[in-house]
């Protein structure tokens, strides 16, 4: 029997490698997006799109609202998205958002009997986010344990981050090498409606420096400048 597991999906580069790597594993994956309130909806059409497209078993967008409690470029209209880099954590982290995200899916986990979630954080070539770190990680690893009927049982879970310690290059030439089609995917943080990015913001820098850094051509769909 394929064991389930439960994948954060936002449509973007990494969370599609993350997918296709746990499919790879022989996994049995249920998918899990965020309508938080977020600038834009295209990443969620990206996700259903990438969803889809690997047939998972299962794919759940929940609403959040994170907007409601503002706090970050994302979530906020009144914050602008930062079009050149960043000292320090940048505008654009929503605050508690993995810590919020790994919350339901572990809850989700609990109810599917599934041990094994599998997000596409990443401590290497990303914004300073703290909770993309390894010691984030670690922790919520105990607090699934603590937290859970299944945990205080022994029945322990496994936060899978495959991409953590990856630079972008790596984790292109890890998606490529599965089939991964980047072009469906959506990582701006002021993309338009169809799904075109600025090319200025710190996700679209991160990303197009990893593709030439790999080598790759850049199959990012741009908007044109104004």
């Known amino acids: 029997m394929q064991k389930k597991a439960i994948i954060l999906l936002s ?3 990494d969370s599609i490698t993350v997918l296709a790597l746990a499919q790879s594993q022989g996994y049995h994956c249920h998918a899990l997006s965020f309508d938080y ?5 295209a990443e969620l059409e990206a996700a259903r799109r990438i969803a889809e497209h690997y ?9 959040l609202g994170l907007g409601a409690i503002g706090g970050s470029a994302l979530t906020d209209d009144h914050i602008p998205v930062p079009t050149t880099p960043q000292t320090g954590i940048p505008a654009t982290y929503v605050p508690a958002r993995n810590t919020i995200f790994l919350a339901f899916a572990l809850g989700w986990a609990e109810v599917l009997n599934a041990r094994d979630i599998f997000i596409g954080v990443n401590a290497v070539d990303y914004s300073g986010y703290p909770d993309c770190r390894p010691e984030f990680i670690a922790a919520f690893r105990k607090l699934a344990d603590l937290a859970t009927k299944a945990g205080v049982e022994g029945d322990h879970f496994t936060i899978h981050t495959p991409l953590i310690s990856l630079s972008k290059a790596d984790i292109i030439k890890t998606g490529l090498a599965l089939g991964v089609d980047y072009s469906q995917t959506v990582s701006c943080y002021a993309a338009d409606a169809n799904g075109r990015a600025c090319g200025l913001c710190d996700a679209c820098r991160l990303r197009k ?18």
């Open 209 to 226: 420096n990893g593709f030439d850094a790999a080598g790759i051509e850049d199959p990012t769909r741009y908007r044109p400048p104004l």
């Open 37 to 41: 309130g977020q600038r834009h909806n």
């Open 55 to 63: 047939r998972v078993a299962e794919h759940k967008i929940i609403p």
């Open 11 to 13: 449509g973007g580069l």
